[in-house]
């Protein structure tokens, strides 16, 4: 983006909404993230890793997000756990060694050991000693539409997870309480269905050529222009890969003598685009406007390293749900930041956009905001809408400069049709276009069941992170034997999950996500939250300390520290 243009994104309007806060507490107590507007201010002593809260009067609603911190003999179980598991690796590595139990990993020949090795055998341990006993618990082979049921393909080991054999049975009806299907999109049946079939017929499923060849078809050019609409901004873009819309557009947006300041939580697309783009990288903790700014002050104070000079761009890189914490960005105060330091800001949706706000149009549309507020908006529609895909959308100068710069619009192959008619069909429904209620009826409904869900969760004794309103609920196992147990019972029991450990999560915080959909039924809910319970007595997962509901608004908030 040119200099110029770069400076039209800048909007230097008054931000009109936000606040955060957080109380720090001791081991197995809980720490909650309560915001509403008010008049009457406490100011309270500042604890470790307390994020401050900010300016109340910024949000229109209340705010409220949990994290309990692990309890301390949890934490200290956690890491012998990985301690034993570890040093049984190195055990049977040495076992593999001698030749003494096979070795199933990939590694060199030895007329290759004098070369630079190919398959790095450090690297792999955590794979080959701590992965594979579970392994069972992923990449299980689904038959069926993956919506609020589905059916799987029955399979064993019998090399301990290192090779699988279909047995050619199915298991039928297991709920799916892991997939992104947040609005029961995923479908084969029904309006959209119908929608994609036609344009199949009318189109074909390939394209072949890129959007600046022969791929650009009149399906596409409507779907961007329902997506603006959608959005509230003045142009849009698609894209065929939702993981590329970060990955390739970052590049082109920012560069050399640019800065990034992303979320320590963000997206590997989002880290991966930012790597690429050549710009410098700075990391501010997860959703701590304290930390944000105090980086856009060092970033404005010093400049560029060594030559002091300013940076081109500042480009502040946030998401809206955070897919692994279940946490809402804090979004009013990010825009009060951006306007007052004229950064600027990149929101990706992929999780939040169809979820979230009154009318499924995000974050934005979740807080109260104006689209025009943010300067670059990503999201993906491989999750609310049951596609594939992603776009961006923002100023007309800021498409216009993506279309001619952008390697995923000038190098990768067109959408298929009948994925864009799936989605410009599912968003005419969430806006009510096609003269019925039943975009509303879902949203209403995810709601409703995002609610109950985490509602009934917490009463029973779990430990679940994120925000009240977030469809994606984390619930925390920790130790290690038991992430492999609970994907296990929980499949016993017909219910299928997505259970997580490290590295993708913090060593002692594996969980299992759940994801909401407004496809569930409170009967499917009901028979999930009874298998949880039946598996968290078991595996002794209720490990949560909260004797009494969450606390009154009122009591976290403190003097603004942003003034316009």
Same mark, same amino acid.
């Given at each position: 983006?040119?200099?110029?243009?770069?400076?039209?994104?800048?909007?230097?309007?008054?931000?009109?909404?936000?606040?955060?806060?957080?109380?720090?507490?001791?081991?197995?107590?809980?720490?909650?993230?309560?915001?509403?507007?008010?008049?009457?201010?406490?100011?309270?002593?500042?604890?470790?890793?307390?994020?401050?809260?900010?300016?109340?009067?910024?949000?229109?609603?209340?705010?409220?997000?949990?994290?309990?911190?692990?309890?301390?003999?949890?934490?200290?179980?956690?890491?012998?756990?990985?301690?034993?598991?570890?040093?049984?690796?190195?055990?049977?590595?040495?076992?593999?060694?001698?030749?003494?139990?096979?070795?199933?990993?990939?590694?060199?020949?030895?007329?290759?050991?004098?070369?630079?090795?190919?398959?790095?055998?450090?690297?792999?341990?955590?794979?080959?000693?701590?992965?594979?006993?579970?392994?069972?618990?992923?990449?299980?082979?689904?038959?069926?539409?993956?919506?609020?049921?589905?059916?799987?393909?029955?399979?064993?080991?019998?090399?301990?997870?290192?090779?699988?054999?279909?047995?050619?049975?199915?298991?039928?009806?297991?709920?799916?309480?892991?997939?992104?299907?947040?609005?029961?999109? +995923?479908?084969?049946?029904?309006?959209?269905?119908?929608?994609?079939?036609?344009?199949?017929?009318?189109?074909?499923?390939?394209?072949?050529?890129?959007?600046?060849?022969?791929?650009?078809?009149?399906?596409?050019?409507?779907?961007?222009?329902?997506?603006?609409?959608?959005?509230?901004?003045?142009?849009?873009?698609?894209?065929?890969?939702?993981? +590329?819309?970060?990955?390739?557009?970052?590049?082109?947006?920012?560069?050399?003598?640019?800065?990034?300041?992303?979320?320590?939580?963000?997206?590997?697309?989002?880290?991966?685009?930012?790597?690429?783009?050549?710009?410098?990288?700075?990391?501010?903790?997860?959703?701590?406007?304290?930390?944000?700014?105090?980086?856009?002050?060092?970033?404005?104070?010093?400049?560029?390293?060594?030559?002091?000079?300013?940076?081109?761009?500042?480009?502040?890189?946030?998401?809206?749900?955070?897919?692994?914490?279940?946490?809402?960005?804090?979004?009013?105060?990010?825009?009060?930041?951006?306007?007052?330091?004229?950064?600027?800001?990149?929101?990706?949706?992929?999780?939040?956009?169809?979820?979230?706000?009154?009318?499924?149009?995000?974050?934005?549309?979740?807080?109260?905001?104006?689209?025009?507020?943010?300067?670059?908006?990503?999201?993906?529609?491989?999750?609310?809408?049951?596609?594939?895909?992603?776009?961006?959308?923002?100023?007309?100068?800021?498409?216009?400069?993506?279309?001619?710069?952008?390697?995923?619009?000038?190098? +990768?192959?067109?959408?298929?049709?009948?994925?864009?008619?799936?989605?410009?069909?599912?968003?005419?429904?969430?806006?009510?276009?096609?003269?019925?209620?039943?975009?509303?009826?879902?949203?209403?409904?995810?709601?409703?069941?995002?609610?109950?869900?985490?509602?009934?969760?917490?009463?029973?004794?779990?430990?679940?992170?994120?925000?009240?309103?977030?469809?994606?609920?984390?619930?925390?196992?920790?130790?290690?034997?038991?992430?492999?147990?609970?994907?296990?019972?929980?499949?016993?029991?017909?219910?299928?999950?997505?259970?997580?450990?490290?590295?993708?999560?913090?060593?002692?915080?594996?969980? +299992?996500?759940?994801?909401?959909?407004?496809?569930?039924?409170?009967?499917?809910?009901?028979?999930?939250?009874?298998?949880?319970?039946?598996?968290?007595?078991?595996?002794?997962?209720?490990?949560?300390?909260?004797?009494?509901?969450?606390?009154?608004?009122?009591?976290?908030?403190?003097?603004?520290?942003?003034?316009?």
């Amino acid at each position: 983006m040119t200099e110029s243009s770069a400076n039209k994104l800048l909007n230097g309007d008054a931000c009109h909404r936000t606040s955060n806060g957080k109380k720090s507490s001791k081991n197995g107590f809980v720490k909650n993230h309560c915001l509403f507007q008010q008049t009457q201010k406490y100011r309270r002593p500042r604890e470790k890793n307390q994020n401050v809260p900010r300016n109340s009067s910024l949000y229109k609603k209340p705010f409220l997000e949990s994290f309990e911190e692990t309890p301390l003999l949890v934490a200290v179980l956690t890491y012998m756990g990985y301690g034993i598991l570890t040093i049984f690796g190195y055990l049977r590595d040495f076992l593999r060694h001698w030749n003494i139990e096979k070795c199933h990993v990939a590694r060199e020949r030895e007329e290759q050991k004098d070369f630079v090795p190919l398959y790095q055998d450090f690297e792999n341990f955590y794979t080959r000693n701590l992965y594979m006993r579970i392994r069972d618990n992923w990449n299980r082979p689904i038959c069926s539409v993956p919506g609020a049921k589905m059916d799987l393909v029955e399979r064993v080991s019998h090399d301990y997870n290192w090779t699988f054999q279909h047995t050619g049975k199915v298991v039928k009806d297991v709920i799916n309480m892991g997939s992104y299907n947040y609005l029961g999109f +995923a479908e084969n049946t029904g309006t959209c269905a119908d929608a994609a079939i036609e344009a199949t017929h009318k189109y074909g499923v390939g394209v072949g050529s890129t959007r600046y060849e022969m791929g650009n078809l009149d399906i596409h050019e409507e779907l961007e222009q329902l997506v603006a609409r959608f959005l509230g901004v003045e142009s849009s873009m698609a894209f065929g890969m939702g993981f +590329a819309t970060n990955s390739m557009n970052i590049p082109a947006l920012t560069g050399k003598g640019c800065l990034i300041l992303s979320d320590e939580l963000n997206h590997a697309s989002l880290v991966l685009g930012a790597r690429l783009s050549g710009s410098t990288i700075r990391v501010f903790k997860h959703n701590n406007m304290q930390s944000l700014e105090k980086l856009l002050r060092d970033a404005i104070v010093h400049g560029q390293p060594r030559t002091h000079r300013p940076w081109k761009k500042i480009l502040i890189v946030v998401e809206g749900i955070y897919s692994m914490e279940g946490s809402i960005v804090r979004l009013p105060e990010v825009i009060a930041l951006k306007k007052r330091y004229k950064a600027y800001l990149y929101l990706d949706e992929a999780h939040s956009i169809g979820a979230l706000g009154p009318n499924g149009r995000g974050v934005v549309d979740y807080f109260g905001l104006d689209p025009k507020d943010v300067d670059i908006m990503m999201g993906t529609f491989t999750k609310s809408f049951g596609a594939a895909g992603g776009y961006i959308g923002g100023k007309k100068e800021l498409i216009d400069y993506l279309r001619n710069h952008s390697h995923s619009a000038l190098y +990768a192959t067109s959408m298929s049709p009948p994925v864009a008619q799936q989605i410009i069909t599912s968003m005419e429904i969430i806006m009510g276009e096609d003269g019925s209620t039943l975009g509303a009826d879902r949203l209403r409904q995810l709601s409703e069941n995002t609610t109950y869900f985490r509602r009934k969760l917490r009463d029973m004794g779990f430990i679940i992170y994120g925000n009240d309103d977030s469809p994606v609920v984390p619930m925390m196992l920790y130790m290690p034997a038991k992430i492999g147990a609970f994907g296990r019972e929980m499949l016993k029991r017909n219910i299928g999950t997505v259970v997580v450990g490290f590295p993708a999560t913090p060593i002692i915080e594996s969980r +299992a996500r759940f994801c909401v959909s407004a496809a569930h039924t409170r009967e499917m809910l009901d028979t999930a939250l009874e298998a949880i319970s039946e598996v968290g007595d078991l595996l002794q997962l209720k490990y949560s300390r909260r004797e009494q509901p969450l606390p009154s608004l009122g009591w976290m908030s403190e003097e603004s520290l942003l003034q316009d």
